[in-house]
Nanobody, 114 residues
Framework: QVQFVESGGGLVQPGGSLRLSCAASGNIFRLYTMAWYRQTPGKQRGLVASITSRGGTNYVDSVKGRFTISRDNAENTMYLQMHSLKPEDTAVYYC????????WGQGTPVTVSS
């Protein structure tokens, strides 16, 4: 069973940047379309960005032009580069397949605040 470990979150001021990482165990990572999701208290977990096994990307409108998703299949790792962060980006960020097929990791919290 593939497991995910997210990292890279933290506290950042509005307009700042962070780079999130998602490390996957197992050797089938390269076969999946992968995605970043985020969740705030009282709301459902929602998709932020996705990337196919060949590198095709898709973003929700609210992060287009600010976030970049990428992956390294050889390292079983996916990234989310976030720029121009806004308070509304504050959430716990998770990675998983798209559609969701596997167990969730612990997530990494991102707080955007002055």
């Amino acid at each position: 069973q593939v497991q995910f470990v997210e990292s890279g979150g933290g506290l950042v001021q509005p307009g700042g940047s962070l780079r999130l990482s998602c490390a996957a165990s197992g050797n089938i990572f390269r076969l999946y379309t992968m995605a970043w999701y985020r969740q705030t208290p009282g709301k459902q977990r929602g998709l932020v960005a996705s990337i196919t096994s060949r590198g095709g990307t898709n973003y929700v409108d609210s992060v287009k032009g600010r976030f970049t998703i990428s992956r390294d299949n050889a390292e079983n790792t996916m990234y989310l580069q976030m720029h121009s962060l806004k308070p509304e980006d504050t959430a716990v960020y998770y990675c998983n397949t798209a559609p969701i097929l596997l167990n969730w990791g612990q997530g990494t919290p991102v707080t955007v605040s002055s």
